[in-house]
Structures are given as C-alpha cells and as structure tokens.
C-alpha cells in the first residue's frame, strides 16, 4: 500500500523537471540521451498524462514519487560530486553555445555533431579517479568531440603525463585545442586529426604503449578498437580500457527492431566483450554506460 500525500504536490511536479532538470549537467538539456533521461522524460510525460484522466489518487501518488526518484538522480549525483574546474565548465559551456547543426550544413563538420556528444561533469569525474588509482602517465583516447572528457583526464595526470587524442573531424579538433589553451593542464594534450584506426595502427608500428585508454568514437568501430588494443602492445600489460555509450539510450537490451545503428553495433560490442576470455569487465550505468575492461 502506497501512502498518500496532498494531492497538490502534482500540480507543480510537472515543472519538477525544468527546475532539477540536469541543471547541472547543462549538456543534456536539449534533449534526454541516456537511458535515465529518457525514463524521467517518459514518466513525466505519464505523469501529465495522468493528472488529466479518472485515476486513483494512489496511482498518482505512486506515479509521481517515481518520476520524482529517477528525475533526481543526476542532479543529485552532480551535487555529491567534485566540482568541475572552471576551464570544463568553459568548455562545456562553449559546446553548448556552439549551433553544431549550422557547422554541419555548411560543410565545416564531416558528420553531423551535437551537443550532447559531450561526456560531461560525471563521466568526466569518474575518469579523474580511475586515471589517479590506476596511477596512469599515458592515455589514448579515441575520439574526442570539442575534449570534455580529454581534459578532465588531462587534470588528473601527472605533470609529465600525456594523452593522444584521435579525432577524425577538423573542426572540432580545433575547437577542442582552443578550449585546452584557457586549461594548464591543456599542455599535456596532443590531438591527431585522421581516422582512428589509422592513427593507432601508426602509434602499434612506432612501438607507443598507453596506460589507459578511453574508446568513444564510431560505434561500429568498437570490435576492432578493442582487439587492436588487445592483440598488440598499444595498451600496456596492466594497463585497462574505458568504452562509452555502452547502454546507449537502453537499445542494446530493449528489443532489437527498437535498436538504431548504433544501438545494434553496441549490442554486438557488449555481446562480444562478454563472451572475450581474454578480459574481465563491468559496465557502469552511469550517463550513457562506461564499461570497464582490463586483460585477465
């Protein structure tokens, strides 16, 4: 039995939303892109719904506290986390700002891009702490959007650490590079624009090895990422992988005529990573899901 409160509280639990809203997580206030944002948006979305049709108090009561439990997650997460610095905050501002639609249309992106591309405040602090146990020096990181993600690990390095970052469009490449300038910690960052295949297969013919390294790029490269990480010396003995997006927006385990491209291809990675006797791994349902793999 679900207790009841004063009805009134569904009055305003519309508006719940837009004022927790992923206030402080700005990048996914265009649109819900991770399973969690989806739910809170279905369940307000239900929540409305609700409040216009002859049903139970209780039910309302019940429906409400759910969404009011989901919606509140992130912001509380973001409350309970580490600040982020003000140049990632500058950046995630400047990505937000930026009309991605208009860079793609005029030809000054080679595929359309958008803001919520960005891994932002959480992921990005979670990937502070994992480079500062793993005590890593050297990270690969493949595909960088404007370098959220590049820099939060950035800060986490030591002084003489280094990430190499693959990135296939130009634009934001440049754009990424501007940002890092207003960081300190924007000097232990080298961006190489080509193809990310091509760029590691260049960095397994030099003899480059890496501690870390952070996979979010084409998902329907991940397969091949991973085993050229795995197959050669381009990650170092102890060293581990962080994949993102690997709920993506709960296609991979919703039925498979729901699943995008995308959203297929991850089903594929999950599956294969699962099955690969040569690693162990978790996946974190945080944001867009991060797994975590490292060599058994």
Known sequence: MVNTKDTS??????????????????????????????????????????????????????????????????PYLAECATAESPALANLTERTQQEDWSKRFDDGETVKALEQEMLSGHIEGQLLKILVSISQSKRVLEVGMFTGYSALAIAEALPD????????VDEYVSQFAVDCFAASEHGKKIEVRVAPAIETMRELVDAGESFDLAFVDADKGGYIDYLN??????????????????????????????????????IARFNSFVAKDPRVEQVLVPIRDGLTIIKRK
């Open 9 to 74: 509280d569904l009055k305003e639990s519309s508006s719940f939303l837009s004022r927790v809203d992923f206030e402080q997580n700005g990048y996914e206030t265009a649109r819900p892109v991770t399973p969690l944002g989806i739910l809170v948006q279905q369940l307000e979305q239900i929540l409305n719904t609700a409040k216009t049709e002859s049903v139970s108090t209780e039910f309302k009561t019940s429906l409400e506290q759910a969404y009011r439990l989901a919606a509140g997650l992130d």
């Open 160 to 167: 003489d650490g280094y990430l190499l970052a693959c990135e």
């Open 228 to 265: 050229l990480l795995l197959d050669t010396d381009l990650l170092a003995p102890n060293g581990f992988i962080c994949v993102d997006n690997t709920l993506m927006q709960g296609q991979p385990y919703l039925p498979a005529e729901q699943r995008t491209d995308n959203g297929e291809a």
